[in-house]
Nanobody, 127 residues
Framework: QVQLVESGGGLVQAGESLRLSCAAS????????MGWFRQAPGKEREFVVVITRSAGFTYYTDSVKGRFTIFRDNAKNTVYLQMNSLNPEDTAVYFC????????????????????WGQGTQVTVSS
């Protein structure tokens, strides 16, 4: 069983940055495809970014390209989401998700494809 714990959320002003962390336990991170999703009030949980098990491939949703960066530290069993130039539309609860399959073997944009989820961390961006 994999446990995921997110941290790093908070309240920031537009234009500022935050770094989210997702610490995994129960399985070696290098055997997991990792994704970040977010859910704003009254909206569906949406895909943000994925990183492959080898960290050789990443894919971002259009709205965060050039502003967000995902990276992983397998030695610490942790995935990070560096978020720069935040704007109010980024306000949401951010969730990390893990899936043992390779990213090319499932639809990584689909939240229903991931087996494991963290509890989420709130990010609020004020204008």
């Amino acid at each position: 069983q994999v446990q995921l714990v997110e941290s790093g959320g908070g309240l920031v002003q537009a234009g500022e940055s935050l770094r989210l962390s997702c610490a995994a336990s129960g399985r070696t991170l290098s055997t997991l495809t990792m994704g970040w999703f977010r859910q704003a009030p009254g909206k569906e949980r949406e895909f943000v970014v994925v990183i492959t098990r080898s960290a050789g491939f990443t894919y971002y949703t259009d709205s965060v390209k050039g502003r967000f960066t995902i990276f992983r530290d397998n030695a610490k069993n942790t995935v990070y989401l560096q978020m720069n130039s935040l704007n109010p539309e980024d306000t949401a609860v951010y969730f990390c998700a893990a899936e043992p399959r390779r990213s090319f073997d499932f639809n990584y944009r689909d939240k229903n494809e991931y087996h494991y989820w963290g509890q989420g961390t709130q990010v609020t961006v004020s204008s």
